[in-house]
């Protein structure tokens, strides 16, 4: 595209913040002879375009930051037999890098509540309950575009414990997404827009507590779960348009921890654990078209992860958590999350 003729000379031509952005790309100029040209050689994905795939891109990741709380105490509940209420606060950090290559940090923080009670079966143990919460997440991409995720989320649960250890935990989630884009453009202009959609999802896990000599024990597990994000279109003010069909994940893990149950003077319990797992995204058709400009935005592959925690039994009612996790993967790294959090029975 030819945007400068000149008759000769010496004259030079530059772009404000060194490239234009035109519809899902960034281009350079480029000096041919005595004309200049916006050329395509060199281009990248505009920051329009790039806020667009971080926020449709994250929504899972934030879906299952919510669920990983529940799933750190589902033994609590399991091992209390009683129905109690509990509330846990997390937080974690993410780096991740789509399949056509943009990068954003994500970091997230939130609160969950819920209740549970168990329920007289003939085999085994059954606790079923209900929870609710609420997370923002801040997405950080270059030269200082941003976005926001507000998350609000309820669901239920179910564990069942047999005599021998087995046990088979699920979950269904539904959530309410809010979500702000803020544009830094190549020239340095602002752009803004905004999005609400719904996602639904849950998991299933089944394992075995397995006791060992000297009050160590064993869960060795396997854990299949799934999210749907409603797809909708985003609208930026500076005339850019984004829209996806919907945003899959489909996430496979397996993994055992290890810990050991230490009585304490005083009558309580402490348990502290170790966990490793690996986990692998099935979810490949993450397609995101920007100004009809089709984008590969799945997290596809697989990542590892390392987990460790400690829950102490204060009394018989009272019983505090708190859990860390690292997580490294092809597309996506969690550097630390953590989640602290009581349990009351009642």
């Known amino acids: 595209l030819k945007v400068v003729h000149t008759e000769g000379g010496d004259a030079q031509f530059s772009l404000l913040g060194g490239r234009v952005d035109l519809g899902a790309y960034s281009y350079l100029l480029e000096q041919q002879g005595n004309d200049w040209f916006i050329v395509g050689k060199d281009k990248v994905i505009s920051p329009s375009t790039q806020s667009a795939l971080a926020l449709y891109s994250a929504a899972p990741a934030i879906w299952m930051s919510e669920l990983s709380t529940l799933r750190s105490r589902m033994g609590e509940v399991r091992a209390s037999g009683r129905a109690g209420g509990w509330m846990r606060a997390y937080g974690n950090r993410l780096n991740a890098t789509t399949s056509d290559g943009v990068d954003y940090r994500q970091k997230q923080s939130g609160l969950s509540l819920g209740a549970d009670a168990p329920v007289e079966v003939s085999n085994g143990q059954l606790v079923v309950g209900v929870l609710g919460g609420y997370s923002t997440s801040g997405i ?12 609000y989320y309820a669901g239920a649960y179910a564990t069942w414990l047999s005599d021998d250890g087995y046990y088979v935990d699920g979950v269904l989630k539904l959530n309410r ?4 884009a803020d544009v830094a453009m190549s020239d340095a202009s602002k752009a803004k827009g905004d999005y609400t959609n719904n996602g639904i999802g849950g998991w299933v896990e089944f394992g075995r507590h397995i006791k060992l000599a000297d009050d160590y024990f064993l869960e060795p597990f396997a854990q299949l779960s799934s999210v749907v994000v409603q797809g909708q279109e985003l609208r930026l003010d500076n005339g850019m348009k984004a ?13 055992t921890s290890l810990g050991r149950s230490v009585a304490l003077k005083d009558g309580g319990v402490l348990q502290p654990y170790v966990r490793v797992a690996i986990a692998q995204e099935f ?8 100004n009809d400009v089709k984008f590969d935005n799945s997290l596809f592959g697989s990542r590892g992860e390392l987990g460790a925690g400690v829950s102490v039994s204060l009394s ?6 708190a859990d860390f996790d690292y997580m490294k993967g092809r597309h996506i790294e969690q550097p630390w999350g953590a989640n602290v959090g009581l349990r009351l029975a009642f």
Do not use: M
């Open 283 to 290: 979810s490949r058709r993450n397609e995101v078209k920007a």
């Open 140 to 151: 950080d991409l270059s030269r200082g575009t941003t976005g926001k995720v507000d998350s």
């Open 243 to 255: 829209k996806n069909d919907q945003t899959q994940s489909v996430l496979g893990k397996v993994g």
């Open 177 to 180: 997404f809010r979500n702000k």
């Open 316 to 321: 018989e009612r009272l019983k505090l958590h």
